[in-house]
């Protein structure tokens, strides 16, 4: 029996094997490449010159990376935490109120809509937005004027003070849709009798939004808080398309920055360890919430 046992093991690692190639090609190897250039002094066309650690040196005192680092991390506001708050109200009302009172097709309209960014290219969303944000003939600088309001009109992606805030705007534009998405999905699971037995005891809406449903969708939030948190870290188009890291580098984020060393300052090396060290982050996060989770989940257990 064993042996039979074995036998079919073996013969389902078979189809494992194109997996783990396709997983070696597309990110091991290209992660190690990466790693052996991030110790050179490279411009893309001659040999690299083994520099050893330099790049690395280079890096912690870098005050140009350290403010897109921290463009980055105040990008989280848009991207993650007020994503997250917000979804989670908009498909608590779409789910309760909206499928309710209007039916579920009404309710999935409304989700449709709030996704429909999530599917746009991001340099159609930049090009669109830009249009948006003109300071000249802007739809936004326009409306601002006819309602007479013309002191507030502004160059809001040419202005240093303004143009973190505006992409911020953007952003939550664009990001809202996911977290309503997969939220509504798992109000699905939330037993309605549980919900019925605690307005029997008297417990408020917020009551029992809080104790119950929070509680039993709290898988669905860390996902959404891990998966929001690491696109946050990788933006990058949406940036090229909007302000091209600027003015100056108010809207550098590291992955832009990183480009900029390969691409336009031909330092393949330096921006090899800009991306590796973003890579690392991104690692070292996405093992911590699944500690996190796995601890959670252990608790519950119990």
Avoid: C
Avoid at 276 to 298: D, G, K, P, Y
């Amino acid at each position: 029996m064993k042996h039979k046992t074995s036998s079919i093991y073996k013969g389902y690692g078979v189809f494992l094997i194109p997996g783990i190639i396709a997983f070696l090609v597309i990110i091991i190897i290209p992660f190690l490449v990466n790693l052996g250039i991030s110790f050179t002094k490279w411009s893309g066309v001659r040999a690299p010159v083994w520099i050893g650690l330099s790049n690395y040196q280079r890096l912690i005192g870098d005050s140009v990376f350290w403010l897109s680092f921290r463009n980055n991390l105040i990008l989280l506001i848009a991207m993650t935490v007020i994503p997250v708050i917000v979804g989670l109200l908009l498909a608590t009302f779409l789910f309760d109120y909206i499928a309710n009172n209007f039916g579920q097709r009404v309710s999935s309209f409304f989700r449709a809509g709030f996704y429909l960014p999530q599917i746009l290219p991001s340099a159609v969303i930049g090009i669109v937005w830009a249009w948006i944000l003109q300071p000249d003939w802007g739809v936004v600088n326009y409306i601002l004027k006819a309602i007479g309001l013309s002191s507030l009109a502004h160059d809001w992606l040419g202005d240093p003070s303004t143009a973190l805030l505006a992409v911020m705007v953007v952003m939550v534009w664009f990001q809202i849709g996911y977290p309503v998405v997969i939220f509504m999905a798992a109000l699905q699971r939330v037993e309605p009798e549980l919900l019925e037995a605690a307005s029997i005891d008297g417990a408020s809406w917020f009551q029992k939004f809080y104790y119950i449903t929070i509680h039993l969708i709290r898988p669905e939030i860390l996902v959404v808080i891990l998966t929001t948190t690491i696109y946050t870290l990788k933006i990058f188009g949406q940036v090229y398309v909007l302000t091209g890291g600027g003015p100056g580098n108010a809207t550098s984020v590291p992955s832009y920055y990183a480009y900029k060393q390969f691409f336009e300052t031909q330092q393949v090396g330096y921006g090899s360890t800009v991306s590796l060290a973003m890579a690392v982050i991104i690692v070292l996060l996405t093992i911590l919430f699944i500690n996190i989770q796995s601890r959670q989940e252990n608790a519950e257990s119990v």
